[in-house]
């Protein structure tokens, strides 16, 4: 490819280096050669066709004198029999054997090619013959005879029999060959007597081929053949015999001419291309023929070889014209550059700076004589503004620097400041999932401890709930880049509107009581239960302001109102009795990283609370606003649009509350479902949550496949991941939703998507899909989907029932017989202590390692099936380790290297596979996260339900 590429480079610079005479000299012979190629081609193509006509013509008038030369002959030796069956010498009842012999000999006699003539009995004894050859003979099987009882009989040339040991074989040492020409003998009372037979020299047929053979010449290499009717060829002309003993006769069978007339058409043989003639012997007058194939070719490289000829001459012609144009292209190119080549000196030596050079002065119109004084007016010219344009320059580099230098620091300030927020944001990120880590992992470890306490369980549930909250925050804060992008969309969906708020009481009313501060929740009564918004969004704003208000009130207390202002728009005011806020920073308050004083002094918080909090009640439809009296306190008041809830769907919410689901209600149908995703985790885990219902699942790990099972099982719901490979979810939902309306088959499509912001929701809808489920997704949401569009009816069980079977359906993991190794690389010793729990948990003991250079150390101890690398461990970090994991332990068994990081970002994901870790583990880390990690690389333990 380089080369290729540089090859236009070379010419393009040889081009430049010449001079115009050259180029000129050159374009001339160029152009001519050209032209004499192109003027070749036309010429040599109607010569061609020319020489094609002339030559087919020619073939034809050789075939046409070959076949109308055999059919006549044939025709004469043919009446010849029938016309000697008729004399009286034969019909006489009286016959005279001698008599009959002598009309036999003179037959011979008067045309020699006839090989024998005789006459056989009706027992095929023959009674006369040609040289009384084979008189007594008997010839009852032989084909002219057997034919000539019935009729008038011509036979195809074969090979002597009875008179190959006869008469004298061919001069040409070929096998002594012969045509049969037969006739019935009748008396004078018509009573059949006998057999008048004839064997006709194939020398005959072979002399006529040499005679159009001599008259053709031998430059011409024209090859005649005959071919019988089974594509057996009976004559090949000499010239060609020994060169093609054997050839293709099928395409003179595939086309066959009416009336006689001759195919002429070009053919390959032997790779060769042949321009052919051939026709078809089908008689003449009386004479029936024998159907055989009479073929004149020419090779076309021997037939258009004029042509050629030709071709090759015009381009000689043309190269030497190419030489004369050159040279009188070099002659005009000389006399046109000569005087510019001294206008460019002249020219030269002005922008060197000789303001004294006389510019020569030519004659006429022409544009040398324009261009002479065009640049005579230029040299005056250019001395006038010489020196205003070099004050002009002067005032111009002045400016130049002066705006350089600004742009430059300000270049500075802009790139200081987004090195700055981006350093924060990922900062920030690391270290609060830090501690989350060890907040939410270690919760889920007690989550269970059935030694705890009704009320120590509700604690910690709340302790859960607040590191998921603050997770969702940090979340929150690391997608502000995409606020200001305009990439975060809303991720509507149904939930209990009560329950939040609920749980934001719940959650913030520690913290009131610890500040001695009342936290008081106004709802209004007509709010409503069930709503459809941006959960997530809501929560989050909601948290903001009330944490605010909490950490700025150091008497009094915080009020939440919430009121419904509208039938689809709630309005919620915040208003508290802390410090409040001043005039003049009112204005500032909602901009990214400000922070008014009161929050300056608390040094807590990092100005993004208030900023995220107006793009996501915008995106909510709605408005906020603020109102404050320093030292009195801040009033927030904001809005939101929201969706209802349809009445049939809040009934499985309601029953949820106070009982577990359990299975379908009897006297259903049995309703089929089936799970489409390309991972296969995501597949069992629908299938466990589906089939102890009580409905019926098959798995399809693609599009292809689901159209498949769709065809065959008829399924009435579908759970269809949208990114999948070989086909993807859009793709096969119009498939399978245009063959179930043609089948008069409901089939129900809830498409499954990863993206958490739903930027495609309209065009998965768009697809025909009749839902969105996004992942990951909860039990109930599902479910309450299932319920909707099967109008299913489910039995639950109270949650004092549940409980005490919790223990039985929870799953448990029991370790193999041959447990694999597991190498923790954490620096923290927290987190250290919380994942070997967790491992512990599961069934598996881990080692321990304070960096990546324990890590080598313990590799080269010991080998592990999996490794739980830590990405930020100091001697060693995880990249580097992992990366001399590799090199030091190329083309051996290298464990499976799974990342753990704070910090959730597509660039963090790219270093860890670059250096060859096989996946990615975000703290917090979750149990079921971290199950289903050693699942997939220590797949020798199971799991028992």
């Not at 728009?569 to 920073?585: C, K, N, Q, S, Y």
């Not at 290298?894 to 963090?908: H, L, R």
Request: charged share 25%; net charge negative.
């Amino acid at each position: 490819m380089a080369t290729k590429n540089r090859f236009p480079l070379i010419l393009q610079r040889i081009w430049l280096h010449w001079t115009l005479k050259t180029k000129l000299g050159f374009s001339f012979a160029a152009l001519t050669f050209f032209i004499s190629i192109i003027f070749s081609l036309i010429v040599g193509q109607w010569v061609r066709h020319q020489v094609e006509e002339d030559q087919t013509f020619l073939l034809q008038q050789i075939n046409r004198e070959l076949l109308n030369t055999f059919q006549q002959g044939m025709f004469e030796r043919y009446r010849d029999i029938q016309n000697m069956t008729v004399l009286s010498e034969f019909r006489s009842v009286q016959r005279n054997d001698e008599d009959r012999r002598l009309l036999i000999d003179q037959l011979q006699t008067n045309y020699d090619n006839y090989a024998w003539i005789g006459f056989a009995n009706n027992e095929g004894i023959v009674e006369v013959s040609s040289q009384r050859i084979l008189e007594g003979a008997n010839v009852a099987t032989r084909p002219w005879f057997v034919e000539g009882l019935q009729s008038s009989f011509v036979g195809d040339v074969h090979e002597a029999k009875l008179l190959a040991q006869i008469l004298p074989p061919p001069e040409d040492g070929e096998v002594l060959r012969f045509l049969d020409i037969s006739a019935p003998v009748y008396d004078e009372n018509e009573q059949l007597i006998g057999v008048l037979g004839a064997h006709l020299s194939w020398e005959w047929v072979k002399s006529i081929e040499r005679t159009l053979t001599r008259t053709m010449g031998t430059d011409q290499q024209i090859h005649i053949l005959i071919i019988n009717r089974e594509g057996e060829i009976i004559l090949s002309s000499r010239q060609n015999r020994a060169n093609n003993p054997t050839i293709d006769t099928q395409p003179f069978f595939e086309e066959t001419a009416e009336n006689g007339e001759l195919i002429t058409k070009k053919t390959d043989f032997n790779n060769s291309e042949y321009l052919v003639s051939y026709g078809v012997d089908q008689g003449y007058l009386d004479y029936p023929g024998l159907g055989w194939r009479v073929v004149v070719k020419q090779e076309t490289a021997i037939a258009f070889k004029p042509a050629y000829n030709l071709q090759i001459q015009i381009l000689l012609w043309g190269l030497i014209l190419a030489g004369i144009s050159s040279v009188i292209g070099w002659k005009i190119a000389d006399k046109i550059t000569s005087p510019l080549l001294q206008l460019s000196k002249q020219a030269k030596d002005i922008s060197n700076g000789d303001r004294n050079t006389l510019i020569k002065s030519y004659p006429g119109v022409d544009a040398i004589a324009v261009l002479s004084t065009s640049l005579d007016e230029l040299v005056h010219t250019l001395i006038e503004q010489e020196t205003s344009l070099k004050q002009i320059n002067q005032e111009l580099e002045r400016k130049v620097k002066h705006r350089t230098r600004e742009l430059k620091q300000a270049k500075e300030v802009a790139e200081k400041a987004n090195r700055a927020k981006s350093e924060f944001l990922s900062n920030m990120s690391h270290e609060l999932r830090t501690p989350l880590n060890a907040i939410i992992g270690f919760a889920q470890l007690m989550e269970d401890d059935q030694s705890l306490s009704v009320e120590n369980k509700e604690n910690l549930k709340i302790i859960i709930r607040s590191g998921e909250h603050l997770l969702s925050l940090i979340n929150d804060v690391l997608d502000l880049s995409k606020i200001e992008a305009g990439k975060i969309t809303l991720n509507e969906n149904s939930f209990n509107f009560q329950d939040v708020l609920a749980s934001l009481k719940s959650m913030l009313q520690m913290k009131a009581t610890e500040k001695n501060l009342r936290l008081n929740f106004d709802l209004n009564d007509n709010l409503p239960n069930l709503i459809i918004a941006d959960e997530g969004k809501l929560r989050q704003v909601l948290l903001n302001l009330l944490s605010n208000s909490l950490k700025f009130t150091k008497h009094g207390g915080v009020t939440l109102h919430v009121e419904l202002t509208h039938p689809h728009t709630l309005h919620f005011r915040v208003e508290d009795t802390g410090m409040g806020i001043a005039p003049d920073e009112l204005g500032k308050l909602f901009s990214s990283f400000f922070q008014s004083k009161s929050g300056r002094q608390s040094q807590q918080g990092t100005g993004l609370g208030l900023v995220i909090s107006q793009r996501f009640v915008h995106l909510m439809g709605g408005h906020i606003e603020v109102a404050s009296n320093l030292n009195q306190g801040s009033i927030f008041d904001f809005t939101i649009k929201f969706k209802p809830v349809e009445s049939s769907l809040k009934t499985i919410q309601a029953v949820e509350e106070k009982h577990q689901l359990l299975r379908l209600a009897p006297d259903q149908w049995v309703y089929r479902i089936l799970v489409v995703d390309d991972n296969e985790i995501n597949r069992k885990l629908l299938t466990k949550l589906l089939i102890p219902v009580g409905f019926q699942v098959r798995q399809a790990e693609d599009g292809i496949e689901a159209i498949a099972r769709t065809q065959h099982w008829y399924p009435h719901l579908i759970l269809m991941d949208i990114g999948m490979p070989n086909m993807n979810g859009y793709e096969a939902t119009k498939i399978i939703k245009k063959w179930s309306h043609e089948n008069n088959q409901k089939i129900i499509i809830i498409a499954l998507t990863a993206h958490a912001l739903m930027e495609e929701r309209e065009e998965i809808l768009a697809s025909g899909c009749d839902d969105v489920i996004s992942k990951p997704f909860a039990q109930d949401v599902l479910f309450e989907k299932l319920k909707h569009y099967l109008e299913l009816e489910y039995v639950y069980e109270t949650q004092e029932v549940n409980s005490s079977i919790t223990l039985i359906n929870k799953e448990t993991f029991i370790q193999s017989e041959n447990p694999k190794s597991i190498l923790i690389a954490e620096d923290n010793r927290v987190n250290q202590k919380l994942l070997s729990n967790l491992i512990k948990r599961i069934g598996y003991d881990a080692d321990i390692a304070n960096n990546g250079a324990e890590v080598i150390e313990a590799l080269e101890k010991k080998s592990y099936d999996l490794i739980f690398m830590d990405m930020e461990m100091p001697v060693l970090d995880g990249v580097e380790t992992t990366r001399k994991i590799h090199q030091q332990w190329a083309g051996q068994k290298i464990p499976s290297i799974v990342a753990m990081t704070a910090n959730d970002d597509d660039d963090s994901r790219g270093r860890c596979f670059d250096v060859g870790m096989s996946d990615y583990l975000t703290k917090p880390v979750n149990l079921k996260k971290l199950s289903q990690i050693i699942e997939k690389y220590c797949p020798s333990f199971t799991i028992n339900s």
